[in-house]
């Protein structure tokens, strides 16, 4: 099983602040199979990224992915007010799925 | 607009038997690949089932194989959840996802159902 560690847990920044959130994983998931969501207080999880750097429809362009083999990233340029969430990373490179414990984003 | 609707969650006692269903609308449902996924609340995700869009292939977490079964039904664009001899560390928010493509991630989520074991 591939095991997804993300950190921080908890990263508090202010509106308009650059957000870094790393994805570490236990063995190589290749260039493209991994995917970041984002979820909200009583709501299902939202596809960010997919494919490690690849925009989901309809995200905005300040949420960016990068990375690869074992060290992942999720920026978000310039935080606005909507982006304080939980943020989860994924592996679909082999069975069983898993994600990441997620990173808590709060404001300052 | 493509839309997933869980129902049948609820209150259910240790060993007892329970099955989600989920509705799903907007889009060519024997065309894809579909998930359970499931979060104890306050915790993260964990990926449960998913089953192949013709219905001859599914896939289960290690730890559930044999206590959940996962199904679906074309015509009424259906996938369900059947789990047997649930316990109390069963309790989760259960959500159904939709497989976009060949690889298993998740383009689109139903709201989810709430699966309380308890006594």
């Known amino acids: 099983e591939i095991v997804l560690t993300q950190s921080p847990g908890t990263l508090s920044l202010s509106l308009g602040e650059r957000a870094t959130l790393s994805c570490r994983a236990s063995q190589s998931v290749g260039n493209t199979y991994l995917a970041w969501y984002q979820q909200k207080p009583g709501q299902a999880p939202r596809l960010l990224i997919s494919g490690a750097s690849s925009g989901a429809t309809g995200i905005p362009d300040r949420f960016s992915g990068s990375g690869s083999g074992t060290d992942f990233t999720l920026t978000i340029s310039r935080l606005e007010p909507e982006d304080f969430a939980v943020y989860y990373c994924q592996q679909y490179l082999s069975a069983p799925i898993t994600f990441g414990q997620g990173t808590r984003l709060e404001i300052k | 607009e493509v839309q997933l609707v869980e129902s049948g969650g609820g209150l259910v006692q240790p060993g007892g038997s329970l099955r989600l269903s989920c509705a799903a609308s907007g889009f060519t449902f024997n065309s894809n690949w579909m998930s359970w996924v499931r979060q104890v609340p306050g915790k993260g995700l964990e990926w449960v089932a998913n089953?192949?869009?013709?219905?001859?292939?599914?896939h289960y977490l290690d730890s559930l194989k044999g206590r959940f079964t996962i199904s679906r039904d074309n015509a009424k664009n259906s996938v369900y959840l059947q789990m047997i001899n649930l316990r109390a560390d069963d309790t989760a928010v259960y959500y159904c996802?939709?497989?976009?493509?060949?690889?298993?991630?998740?383009?689109?989520w139903g709201q989810g159902a709430l699966v309380t074991v308890s006594s």
């Open positions: 996802a939709r497989v976009p493509g060949s690889y298993s991630l998740y383009d689109y």
């Open positions: 089953i192949k869009p013709d219905g001859t292939e599914s």
